[in-house]
């Protein structure tokens, strides 16, 4: 009978990240070979510049939008810092781009064996990046900024990343003043995690999307003082937020 000893079961802890393209399923066949290369040289970019690459990451698994790498544990936070300049190269390039590109990130730290294929730290990276929340934190941002100018990519983390190097050791490119917290709950996963939002304010994104402000009336015509405000003109986006719609 074969020894069930603690050797057979040999495993290390990895920092695992996962980047996906926000809204993939959505753009058409032609786009998607393109979009998935220039995703794949952004994300190299962002991994060389912390000081990691794409050649020295283990278990590397290609999905249809995206990748997942695996980095020795003492690297986690390097690769927790890797969405910091994603999201600057990704909103770079929208500036000049008809169709904007976002990415969603995940990073977790968790036991992995080099002979498996099976890697359960793998599926709880996809749990977190299949958070309700963190998707409806996205999908806010995409509304908000259609030209991805402000918005490129945003962290979801679990909270061992959290416990073991973010909040602890200050991880300067991830403030943990800057994160927030949320639930993630799936079909077959439940558990805490936390999100960051470069430049941005994931605590107010939070509140918006959980507690909405009541929409303004929207105006069109000029506003001169001392005189009441013209009639609501219907259909008029108010982008700039001043109450006037849009070119007032």
């Known amino acids: 009978m074969t020894s069930l000893t603690s050797s057979h079961y040999c495993a290390q802890t990895r920092a695992v990240i996962a980047v996906d393209i926000v809204g993939s399923s959505q753009a058409s066949d032609d786009l998607l070979d393109p979009m998935k290369t220039e995703m794949e040289t952004l994300l190299e970019q962002s991994l060389a510049t912390v000081g990691l690459s794409w050649a020295q990451a283990e ?3 290609e999905t249809g939008d995206g990748a997942m790498l695996a980095f020795p544990d003492h ?3 390097q690769v927790a810092e890797v969405v910091f ?3 600057h190269l990704l909103r ?3 500036r000049d781009r008809r169709v904007p590109m976002r990415a969603r990130v995940a990073v977790h730290l968790g036991p992995m064996t080099d002979h498996h294929r099976y890697h359960r730290t793998y599926i709880t990276l996809t749990r977190l990046l299949s958070s309700a929340v963190f998707g409806d934190v996205v999908r806010h941002w995409c509304r908000a900024d259609p030209s991805g100018e402000r918005f490129g990519a945003g962290l979801v983390m ?5 416990q073991s190097v973010v909040e602890p050791f200050s991880v300067a490119l991830v403030p943990p003043a800057r994160c927030s917290p949320i639930d993630v709950v799936t079909a077959d996963f439940t558990g805490n995690a936390w999100i960051h939002l470069p430049g941005l304010d994931s605590d107010d994104t939070l509140e918006r999307i959980r507690y909405p402000v009541p929409a303004m009336p929207q105006f069109s015509g000029p506003f001169i003082p001392g005189q009441s405000r013209p009639a ?3 259909g008029v986006p108010d982008l700039d937020g001043d109450g006037l ?4």
Not at 158 to 162: G, R
Not at 245 to 248: K, L, Q, T
């Open 92 to 94: 770079a390039r929208n």
């Open 245 to 248: 719609g849009v070119g007032a």
């Open 85 to 87: 300049y994603l999201d």
């Open 158 to 162: 679990s909270e061992a990343v959290w």
């Open 232 to 234: 609501a003109s219907p």
């Open 59 to 61: 278990h590397v698994r």
């Open 75 to 77: 690297r986690a936070g």
